[in-house]
């Protein structure tokens, strides 16, 4: 879309400044006068995925105060960007009419890097067949996991009775700065072309990698397992979410959950071994601001001993208390949020797809070894009454992951699932929104929506692109 990247300028500059962390030849990129992207030979392309902007997604990060844990809280909440207030309140128009869409910026730039070696490293100079594939193969996943990322905002959430009508995002297989007037395949297209990019990638994917940054097989076969799990196809999912678990012991760097019970700093993306495949976005919500809190009901999740209370605090960050009694704010510790694909994440959706399955003893021994992780070992056990019973334990693997990711932004992906969900369906108008006053009443209350369950694109991209359907 011409002008959601506006990248004829940027996508040059950023791949010339590929990555301090790589050495660049001389020769690694020439720049020809429409300002297109040159590179020749199999380690120029190679080099291109270590691109930071491939790995820092910045403002992508919507899914945050759209979340239904969270409470707004003033005075802090009428200080916050205005993108902020107006996602919160689940606003139709999120930008003003001259305004691009933070949703749009990386992840397009993005794209046009990922077909760029999809459509060119076969015929790149130099290296041996089997590297330019694997190569490849890293980009196709990459440009999956950035189809998934963009179906999940503009698209509803995948339905076997509408999807195939449902509207979704355009599909875009070329690298062209100057393509416009795109319209929308629909979902159930954007899920197939996701899918057939993983199926095609898999077999060429390494199995180590030198870094997290780069894209393993277990990350392609994780990342197909999710997108299984959130088209229903659980029967699918399941060896693949398998394989991966198993696969983490070979990756060639350290990768598993950390152990809070021996305690817990927050990391650099490119250390975290939570992190199979890093990717991170900006959220001083869940560290330094203070207009979001967690909901009562939420922190009461929580177990006295759950070792994740230590990363909230139950005052402001200016040590004031809240004026609504139970509410905490969460301070990870760092300004990123993780959100490529993450060991937790795994772990969590494991035990889903075998309790969906109705193996209900593997689910919850995959959700005890992940609990032992976040709490004393005395406390991990699901309690019995639950364990056998599929649909409370569901209930509960999806009130775990919100113990794990409130205000991480993964609530609002699950919100979007259980709207649809086969087996514990949640009415959308279930999801409310509350903004309290500095003496505790009420400001305002804000009721989620179907229409709302997806953004819309900004009047940039409505536009530069005339036959391109919005959302309402």
Sequence with gaps: MKLIY????????????????????????????????????????????YNLDLINMMQTNAQVPLSEELLGMELYFSNAALRTQKLYRWEADIYDAEENAQELELTMENLYIFNKIINEVMDATEGTEQQKLSIQAEARVGRAWNYFLLINYYGLPYNEATSSTDPGFP????????????????????????????LAAIPYLPTAVESRLRMSVVAGKALLGK?????????????????????????GVEVGLY????????????????????????????NSVGEFVIKPEVADMYGEN??????????????SPYPVEGVLRRVRGTGQTQFGVLVPDLYLLNAEVKCRLNDLQGAVEDLEYFRQHRMPEEDKEVPAAIASDQVELLNF?????????????????????LTVDPLIPAPVSSYTHTVYNADGTVQGEYQLTRERLVLKFPQTVMDQNPNLQNNE
């Excluded at 300028?9 to 660049?24: E, G, M, P, R």
């Excluded at 759950?306 to 040590?319: C, E, F, H, W």
């Excluded at 693997?397 to 979007?416: K, T």
Aim: proline share 1%.
């Design 6 to 49: 506006k990248i004829h300028f940027k996508v040059v500059l950023l791949s010339l400044s590929i990555l301090a962390v790589v050495s660049c030849s001389d020769e690694f990129l020439e720049v020809i006068p429409k300002g297109k992207l040159v590179a020749e030979k199999t380690v120029d392309y190679h080099k291109m995925l």
């Design 171 to 198: 599909l875009i297989e070329k690298a062209d700065l100057v393509a416009s007037d795109f319209q929308r395949a629909t979902v159930k297209e954007i899920y197939d072309f996701i899918e057939e990019d993983l």
């Design 227 to 251: 997108v299984y799990v959130f088209r229903h196809e659980f029967e699918k999912a399941r060896p693949l979410l398998e394989e991966a678990i198993a696969g983490m012991n070979n990756m």
């Design 259 to 286: 152990d809070y019970n021996v305690g817990y700093s927050a990391q650099l993306t490119v250390n975290d071994i939570e992190n199979i495949y890093a990717k991170q976005f900006i959220n001083n919500w869940a």
């Design 306 to 319: 759950d070792l994740r209370l230590n990363q909230y605090s139950s005052t402001a960050r200016d040590g």
């Design 397 to 417: 693997i999806f009130e775990e992951r919100l113990r794990e990711f409130a205000v991480l932004g993964e609530r609002w992906w699950d919100i979007r699932r």
